[in-house]
């Protein structure tokens, strides 16, 4: 899995980007993708739960980073995704979109950070996010994380 970021362009509205689109392909004007560094089944922390295992913050809660294992026994239905980017790791700059590929192949085997032109199939776009600018300089460590929950197919 790999997380990828672009959109050096702003939107029409700065203060209120567009609704993510689900059947999008790609980001649009990817500046790079990074190795996801991190995947756990999590769930939420309940009030007052004493946690047996890591938690992590997201927004203003809280959630549970569950062992494979215990998946089921613990009920975890969510999918908690996480990688850092570096400041030198990709140009300087501004970004809007973030996205989750899976299947991505590199031109060349074992690189965690890819450039638009290290990739040979970019995969599959999973989930993309639509966001205010973010500024990117070489001092600055990003860290993304996403919390992912899942649908039934109808």
């Known amino acids: ?5 672009g959109k050096q362009d702003a939107w029409a509205n700065e203060k209120m980007p567009p609704k993510d689109d689900p059947k999008r392909k790609t980001i649009q004007d990817p500046i790079g993708y990074k190795k996801v560094k991190k995947v756990s089944l999590s769930r939420k922390l309940e ?3 004493e946690p047996k295992y890591p938690t992590v913050n997201y927004g203003t809660q ?3 980073l569950v062992p494979e294992e215990e998946g089921y026994n613990e009920q975890a239905d ?8 570096l400041g030198d790791e990709f140009k300087p700059g501004e970004y809007r979109q973030v996205g989750l590929y899976i299947e991505m192949k590199p031109k060349e085997e074992g ?7 290290d990739v040979q199939d970019p995969g599959k776009l999973m989930v993309v996010e639509n966001r205010q ?3 990117r300089t070489p001092d600055v460590q990003v860290k993304e994380i996403f919390i992912l929950s899942f649908a039934p197919i109808a």
């Open 1 to 5: 899995m790999y997380l990828g970021i």
């Open 47 to 49: 009030e007052g739960e």
């Open 62 to 64: 809280e959630f549970l």
């Open 78 to 85: 969510l999918v908690y995704v996480e990688t850092d980017i």
């Open 111 to 117: 690189k965690r950070v890819l450039l638009p032109q």
């Open 133 to 135: 600018q973010q500024n």
